[in-house]
């Protein structure tokens, strides 16, 4: 007779094609987690602004997205007999329970150098700028890419053939959920630039 276990322990692989949905419920799959690095913003540059002396400098600010991690926890799984056209090794089955995803995005800043060959008065307006306008608006980069961390609950009420369609239908939310997630925060990220502010070098000791 075909039972069911009690308790199935899940965890999914965020995927881009509908190739990787592979895993028998019945094994935890380790989570292979999708990095992949964004660019803030580009390299330090020098400019000539206004015919002045000046320098325009650049942070970086990248964000490793770690695909989600996902949990299901079932209340019951039970035979059911809507579905009639389930092979025998995956008979028909209801399924209820709780779908946890957790994402996490790891999140690196780096700051230009102070230029060489400035003089004291021109290194302290570069301090100055690093500390109280780029360092600020990097911080503001890092904020939005961690709008893609959080866990999201789904309940869970799931009829079809067996664990194989289970296991699909989890995956197709958390595919969907995770791109949706990634998308929006690094659409909040590249919403702040360009950032092209030089610091005027003009001045005295």
């Not at 809507?82 to 690196?108: I, R």
């Not at 004291?120 to 904020?143: I, K, S, T």
């Amino acid at each position: 007779m075909f039972s069911y276990p009690t308790a199935l322990p899940l965890a999914l692989r965020s995927r881009g094609t509908a190739a990787r949905v592979l895993a028998d419920l019945q094994r935890t799959v380790g989570n292979a987690a999708t990095s992949q690095l964004l660019t803030a913003s580009p390299e330090p540059s020098p400019i000539v602004h206004n015919g002045g002396p000046s320098v325009s400098l650049h942070g970086d600010t990248t964000a490793a997205f770690d695909g989600g991690t996902s949990k299901w926890t079932p209340k019951s799984m039970k035979r059911a007999k809507s579905c009639t056209e389930c092979p025998e090794d995956d008979p028909c089955l209801h399924a209820v329970g709780t779908f946890n995803v957790t994402y996490k995005a790891d999140v690196t800043i780096k700051m230009p150098d102070v230029p060489d060959g400035l003089t004291a008065c021109q290194e302290r307006r570069v301090r100055a700028f690093l500390r109280d306008v780029l360092g600020p608006h990097e911080r503001e980069h890092a904020r939005r890419f961690r709008t893609y961390d959080g866990t999201t609950t789904h309940r869970i009420d799931f009829t079809g053939c067996g664990t194989t369609a289970l296991q699909e239908h989890l995956q197709d939310i958390h595919d969907k959920e995770e791109a949706k997630r990634h998308t929006d925060a690094e659409s909040l990220s590249a919403a702040i630039d360009p950032f092209n502010k030089p610091i005027d070098l003009d001045c005295t000791d």
